[in-house]
């Protein structure tokens, strides 16, 4: 059954201006320890703010999957996003989050970018 669905659309020049005007600050708010690591080994200015607006636009579709926004006891360091030897990506969830459902939840996501936007679809489902 589908808890949640959540979208969000973010424009790449937009973080771009973040990471320039607030350098490691944003990336620390935005990006958990494992996903700046990745970032930091992408040697395209270009490619690295994709990267982000990806990540970005993510974490706000999980909110919004999850009813809350960020706030409330959520943060973008609750959620990461990985990937599958595949390359599909996945939403790694802090267990804070999960332990809100007395019930098992799995969580989908989609991610797509296209020259001056990244989108995120996320869909929480429970499993029972």
């Given at each position: 059954m589908i808890i949640g669905i959540g979208t969000d659309l973010v424009e790449i020049s937009r973080v771009t201006q973040s990471v320039e005007r607030l350098g490691e600050r944003f990336i620390d708010r935005i990006?958990?320890?494992?996903?700046k690591a990745r970032w930091a080994q992408i040697n395209n200015a270009d490619?690295?703010?994709?990267?982000?607006?990806?990540?970005?636009?993510?974490?706000e579709a999980a909110v919004?999957?999850?009813?809350?926004?960020?706030?409330?006891?959520?943060?973008?360091?609750?959620?990461?996003?990985g990937n599958l030897p595949s390359?599909?990506?996945?939403?790694?969830v802090?267990?804070?989050?999960?332990?809100?459902y007395e019930?098992?939840?799995s969580w989908h996501l989609s991610l797509t970018d296209e020259k001056a936007y990244?989108?995120?679809f996320v869909v929480l489902e429970s499993k029972g």
């Amino acid at each position: 059954m589908i808890i949640g669905i959540g979208t969000d659309l973010v424009e790449i020049s937009r973080v771009t201006q973040s990471v320039e005007r607030l350098g490691e600050r944003f990336i620390d708010r935005i990006l958990t320890p494992d996903e700046k690591a990745r970032w930091a080994q992408i040697n395209n200015a270009d490619k690295a703010n994709a990267y982000v607006a990806k990540r970005f636009a993510a974490k706000e579709a999980a909110v919004k999957a999850l009813g809350t926004g960020i706030g409330s006891g959520v943060s973008f360091q609750h959620f990461s996003v990985g990937n599958l030897p595949s390359g599909q990506p996945i939403l790694i969830v802090d267990d804070s989050i999960t332990a809100r459902y007395e019930f098992p939840v799995s969580w989908h996501l989609s991610l797509t970018d296209e020259k001056a936007y990244a989108q995120a679809f996320v869909v929480l489902e429970s499993k029972g």
